[in-house]
Every structure is written in structure tokens, then in C-alpha cells.
């Protein structure tokens, strides 16, 4: 059976990108070995993602999950119909208007590994929906005093249950199980 995780980076004040959603404070920190491992052993486990889109600017638009590095399939969510789409080894497949479908068809197709949902959005309503086992959290060391936030508007109180904590070079790595 799999485990609908949240998969995002995120800075310490809680934001997926900045006010333009440009996420450039993401990269070029310091990394530790022990920080790419964490990375990996998630990435390992991925079975399946769901993420929003906008009929198929994602993918022509270059952006892919993971920057196209996992060849899962790819449930994203959207408003009006369209045929599957078979790009680089990864197909990915339009659910439209109702995320407990986008989910149900990507822990099938996950099997026994990790669905993981991309963007505050998705991740917000999966949460509300009590869709969500686990929280993979990685912090980098930045305030944005504004952006895109995680979980802005979520609505409701959510009780966790931390797993893991690790910290290395600059990131600090948190996962926690969702509790119900």
C-alpha cells in the first residue's frame, strides 16, 4: 500500500517560492554528503506524484517534477480534459477537478512506494482531506518574508508525529507521520 508523503523544500519562514515564484534561493548552499543521501533515500521511494498543472504548460514549459529526473508516472491536476502525455520516459496523466482520484490512481500505480504531492495547493487539500501519511520536509536557511506558501490557508489544525530530524551542511531535514 502507498504512502502519500508532502515532498518540498521550503524556507524557514514556510515558503515554496517567492512572491513570482521564482524559487533561485533553493540553490547553490553548501551541501554535505548526509544532505544528498536524505535527498536520494526519498527520490528511492517514489513511486508516483501528483502536482497541479495547467493543461500542458508544465511539460512544455520544461516544468517538470523533479526536473524530470524520476521516471514515475505523474498525476497532475486540471480543469479540462486532455489525453495523457508520454514525454521522456514519464507519462503523465490528467485527473481533472478531483484530487481523491489524482491520489487513489497514483498509490496504485506507486504499489507499495511513496506518492509524493507537489505544490501548496495540491498538498493543502490532500491534507484536508486526510490523504496525507507523512510530511518530508527539507528547510533551507533563508526567510522570504513573502511568497508561496506551503501551508497558508490550510483551515485547520493538524496533529504530527516527528520520525526524523537530521541536519547537515546548511538544510535541516524533517519528516513527520500524520496523525488521525
Given at each position: 500500500?502507498?504512502?502519500v508523503?508532502?515532498?518540498?523544500?521550503?524556507?524557514?519562514d514556510?515558503?515554496?517560492?517567492d512572491?513570482d515564484g521564482?524559487?533561485?534561493?533553493m540553490?547553490?548552499?553548501?551541501s554535505?554528503?548526509?544532505?544528498?543521501?536524505?535527498?536520494?533515500?526519498?527520490m528511492?521511494?517514489?513511486?508516483?506524484?501528483?502536482?497541479?498543472?495547467?493543461?500542458?504548460?508544465?511539460i512544455e514549459?520544461?516544468?517538470?517534477?523533479?526536473?524530470?529526473?524520476?521516471?514515475?508516472?505523474?498525476?497532475?491536476?486540471?480543469?479540462?480534459e486532455?489525453?495523457?502525455?508520454?514525454?521522456?520516459?514519464?507519462?503523465?496523466?490528467?485527473?481533472?477537478?478531483d484530487?481523491?482520484e489524482a491520489?487513489?490512481?497514483?498509490?496504485?500505480?506507486?504499489?507499495?512506494?511513496w506518492?509524493s504531492?507537489?505544490?501548496g495547493?495540491?498538498?493543502?487539500?490532500?491534507?484536508?482531506?486526510?490523504?496525507?501519511?507523512?510530511l518530508?520536509l527539507?528547510?533551507?536557511?533563508?526567510?522570504?518574508?513573502?511568497?508561496i506558501s506551503?501551508?497558508?490557508?490550510?483551515?485547520?489544525?493538524?496533529?504530527l508525529?516527528r520520525?526524523?530530524?537530521?541536519?547537515?551542511?546548511s538544510?535541516?531535514?524533517?519528516?513527520y507521520?500524520?496523525l488521525?
Amino acid at each position: 500500500m502507498a504512502t502519500v508523503i508532502v515532498h518540498a523544500t521550503v524556507t524557514l519562514d514556510g515558503y515554496l517560492a517567492d512572491p513570482d515564484g521564482r524559487v533561485d534561493w533553493m540553490f547553490g548552499r553548501p551541501s554535505a554528503p548526509e544532505d544528498d543521501a536524505v535527498v536520494e533515500r526519498v527520490m528511492s521511494r517514489i513511486g508516483a506524484v501528483v502536482g497541479g498543472a495547467n493543461k500542458t504548460r508544465t511539460i512544455e514549459d520544461g516544468e517538470l517534477p523533479y526536473g524530470g529526473m524520476l521516471k514515475v508516472p505523474v498525476y497532475l491536476m486540471t480543469h479540462s480534459e486532455h489525453e495523457p502525455i508520454h514525454h521522456e520516459g514519464t507519462t503523465y496523466t490528467f485527473v481533472v477537478d478531483d484530487i481523491g482520484e489524482a491520489v487513489a490512481q497514483a498509490s496504485r500505480a506507486a504499489g507499495d512506494d511513496w506518492v509524493s504531492l507537489l505544490g501548496g495547493s495540491i498538498s493543502r487539500q490532500c491534507l484536508r482531506l486526510g490523504l496525507v501519511d507523512e510530511l518530508h520536509l527539507d528547510i533551507a536557511p533563508v526567510l522570504l518574508g513573502s511568497g508561496i506558501s506551503l501551508f497558508e490557508g490550510l483551515g485547520q489544525r493538524i496533529e504530527l508525529e516527528r520520525l526524523e530530524t537530521s541536519a547537515y551542511a546548511s538544510e535541516t531535514h524533517l519528516r513527520y507521520r500524520v496523525l488521525r
